[in-house]
């Protein structure tokens, strides 16, 4: 065929040729028929038992925290149930609330910086974010990939643990994609990284963290 | 197009099939859809349908539109920093790939499953010029490791027991591996981690490319799908152009349908969404856009439809014919009622013309799409595209089979020509007849008397008709 044209032009010849016969006046931008209506959240409280629900049915271990105190137990007993000797955490202001890094540091755990060379997030056992939104619907977090929560961090520790404030909470992943749809990465985590690849057993902690916990905070 | 490939043998391959293959199948297919009812139940019947019919409607439209939303991801994609490049067949995606790991000195890949790549057989061209391609994905990695192809398009290995893995591993990578999922898996996250932190380069497929703003949706459970993205320097997306959806809001309906489609899950483990490059993350992002025939199908006002696709696998799932035979006997990437009609329609129905006669047209196929293909009148289509020939290709049956046919046409049609046949028929058989059944023919007829006998020509409904169509008890039967 056409040995001059690039491979761009002669694909989009072919295109146009064969969309010539697709339809007589074709409606654009996209049809009323082509939307879904968006979910309608119920109550805040009861948005908030789903979302610890769905963690839950994925795996996960969910957990709604009050206060000061409830955090540093909950912190001082993940950092004894999952073994954890070294953590790494976003840098997001939530933190500063809590005091997060004392705390960390006073059950005796190292802190590494989420930044810098990715291979040593390899060695370390727990990651902290802070979600930008969370969906109950699904269980689902969205984490929007910044330089002090680069998308590493919730990926190559032993364990993930995410920090949802209560107002973050989207009916539907809808919302989500409004609020992220301009950034140049994100990701949304639902669970723990899973397979059901050999012989459907589900087996938790494929290439991601082996666990999930998840947060919600007021 | 390739012309000395031989035809894909359906049946000779599925009689090649072990029982084992067809229980793994079935738990496989069971477990899926029993999961996917309950989410649907969740969902509600009714939302669910309206759901489809707009994931319907989406894909129908980003298709109506295909060139003006592929501009936009160009366009979109380059203002984001990425770089974006056309194939035209699997040979121009070949190259791409090729040059941009020679420009970067690139020795290892690591990979995200994808079945496009599996469709352009990009690892075999990968490693043909002595690059190391690791495949990434649980399921993929084993299939890869055994030299095999996936037998499903979300669960590759789903036909190989726990055992056969422990053995595999045990052989090929030299460690002490027993029969138990989770340990195996423990093996695998060991041996691929090393990997996903020093590999030059990561290759994935998409899910979706959202027009609106470049982006690349990748779906996946594992994880791999992050670490394939983010750690390696440079990221190559290979993407299908039929991949495109046109917004944000229809990926929202899209990413619903998807992954309650392919597992009953309400959303897949991880959704990452790439736009372009940036801070930290790969240096290069390359998407690359293949045709490899799709611009053909589209063409086809019958079987366009096909391109809507978005490989849950539920056709499979669902289809009774592969849950009997299993994927490796459509013997090629895509299996199932979908790679019925994919197939013949990327690699010609010389080749795959047996596929769309592999099907009992049930049509529970079209009835579970997330995005409501009607497969079955598309099997249909190329079922007469195999034997008559249509706008894009030629009969592909035997001239002597089109005699026969013009022959028997002819004979059929004449009454008096009829009573011969029948008479001679009769005649003809005596030979090969024992008592009732004749239980072998002479080629070609044999292809029937393989499979079963043939009842022998016995009555005579014209001299019956004759005796008894003045007689009162004609309608039953049962009176006489």
Known sequence: ?218 | MKDVTARIDFRGNSQAVSPAMVVATQKNARTALMKRSEVVVEFGEERWQQLRRAGREVRLHALTHLDRYLSMVEENVIAAGGQVHWARNAEEAHRIVFDIALQNSVRNIVKVKSMLTEEIELNHALEGRGIRVYETDLGEFIVQLAGQRPSHITAPALHMTKEEVAALFREKLKVDAQPDPKLLTEIARQRLRKEFLTSEMGISGGNFLVAETGTLILVTNEGNGRMCTSLPPIHVAIVGIEKVIPDWESAAVMLKLLARSVSGSKITAYNTFITGVRKDGPREFHLVLLDNGRTQILRDKMARETLMCIRCGACMNICPVYNQVGGHAYGAVYPGPIGSILTPLLIGTRIAGGLPFASTLCGACSDICPVMIPITEILLHLRRRFVEGDDFEGSSISGTLKAIAKVGRYVLGSPSLYRLGARMGKIFQAPLRSGDWISAMPSPLDRWTMARPFPAFRGDFRGWWKKHKDAKDISGGKAS
């Open chain 1, 1 to 218: 065929m056409s040995k001059g044209k690039s491979a761009r032009e002669e694909i989009f010849a072919k295109m146009r040729f064969a969309l010539e016969s697709f339809s007589s006046s074709p409606i654009y931008p996209l049809p009323a028929s082509a939307k879904f209506e968006p979910r309608v959240a119920a109550g805040l409280d009861e948005e908030i038992e789903k979302m610890l629900r769905e963690v839950t049915r994925l795996s996960g271990h969910a957990l709604k925290i009050q206060g000061r105190d409830e955090f540093a137990d909950a912190l001082g007993n993940l950092v004894k149930t999952e073994e954890v000797r070294t953590a790494a955490l976003s840098d997001h202001p939530r933190y500063g609330d809590y005091g997060i890094v004392d705390m960390l540091k006073s059950f005796g755990v190292a802190l590494l910086s989420p930044d810098g060379d990715k291979r040593r997030l390899e060695d370390c056992d727990l990651g902290i974010t802070v979600g930008d939104a969370a969906l109950p619907e699904t269980g689902s977090v969205l984490l929007r990939t910044t330089q002090g929560q680069p998308d590493v961090l919730s990926l190559l520790p032993r364990v993930h643990l995410v920090l949802i404030a209560k107002e973050t909470l989207l009916a539907d992943i809808h919302y989500a994609f409004t609020m992220a749809k301009a950034d140049r990465h994100f990701v949304l985590v639902s669970g723990s990284s899973r397979t059901a690849d050999i012989e459907k057993v589900l087996t938790l902690g494929v290439h991601g963290p082996k666990s999930f916990h998840l947060w919600i905070c007021d």
